[in-house]
């Protein structure tokens, strides 16, 4: 019995389920959890930095500013990671786009909180 299917059409086929995403676009894998925490602590760190930015530290030391420049760091490190070690694009279930978001918030976090702390060291 003959297939129905030539095999250059089996190849194809097969090629065409190879490139298929990998996972549904709702589905949380190991590298999207640690891609949200990357761009959730670099949102918490431009969050610090913008109060710090807005409203000057009372005491001796800015915390805001510390805190922003650190998540900061922490954030856009982490996503660097996860977009190094991403074998496919967005939608892949790799966590590109969260650490894509990581970076983008982490440095953000830190050029605020860095301008926050350059304010407050001027006026001392």
Do not use: C
């Not at 019995?1 to 894998?29: G, I, K, Q, W, Y």
């Not at 009372?58 to 074998?87: H, K, N, S």
Request: glycine residues 14%; aromatic residues 4%; positive net charge.
């Amino acid at each position: 019995m003959t297939s129905l299917l030539s095999t250059e059409e089996n190849v194809m086929f097969d090629l065409m389920l190879f490139a298929a995403p990998a996972v549904d676009a709702a589905t949380l894998t190991a590298d999207r959890a640690v891609a949200t925490a990357a761009a959730v602590t670099a949102l918490a760190g431009a969050i610090a930095g913008g109060y710090a930015l807005a409203r000057p530290a009372a005491g001796a030391v800015p915390r805001r500013a510390v805190v922003a420049l650190v998540t900061g760091v922490i954030g856009a490190l982490t996503g660097i990671v996860v977009l190094a070690t991403a074998d496919g694009g967005p939608g892949t279930g790799n966590g590109v786009v969260g650490g894509f978001a990581g970076v983008v918030l982490g440095l953000i976090a830190m050029v605020s909180g860095g301008l926050a702390l350059r304010r407050s060291r001027r006026r001392t």
